[in-house]
């Protein structure tokens, strides 16, 4: 039998009318990856729920560090946690390290319009100190 013949759909691998179970209802195909192994060898990702990841980014937050590249490099320099810069972005937004910007986009409205309301008093009673003491 020719293998470049396109007329015969018994040895079609694509031909959807085929079964590839066996009749155990198993595949008998083995998976393409069976240890689990990707082609990055360098790469130890810490668990998505990982308490000392989430202790070191809360910390980096408090720090003022937002910075994804210089967070990884830190990652790497001071834990030996290889870590993308991406995946520090994913991490910090699953763990609530949102940066200003985002932090004030998320909140309702009224709570924005009180936030301005809070420093405009503050501002009137510095001001007002400020006055007393000339």
């Known amino acids: ?25 198993t595949s008998p195909r083995t998976p393409n990856n069976p240890e689990g192994r990707n082609q990055r060898k360098r790469c130890l990702i810490a668990p998505k729920n990982d308490q000392s990841i989430q ?24 834990h ?9 972005a994913r991490r910090r937004q699953q763990f609530g390290l949102l940066g200003s910007a985002q932090s004030t986009y998320s909140l309702p409205g009224s709570t924005k319009r009180q936030l301005v ?15 007393s003491n000339v």
Do not use: C, F
Not at 1 to 25: I, K, R, T
Not at 80 to 88: H, I, K, L, P
């Open 117 to 131: 309301l809070d420093q405009l008093d503050t501002l009137t009673l510095w001001n007002q100190y400020e006055a």
């Open 80 to 88: 030996g946690v290889t870590m993308s810069e991406a995946t520090v």
């Open 55 to 78: 202790q070191i980014l809360a910390q980096y937050h408090r720090d003022g560090i937002t910075d994804r590249e210089k967070i990884s490099r830190l990652l790497k320099a001071e």
């Open 1 to 25: 039998m020719d293998p470049y013949d396109v007329d015969s759909p018994n040895d079609d691998p694509y031909n959807e009318s085929q079964s590839l179970l066996v009749e155990d209802g």
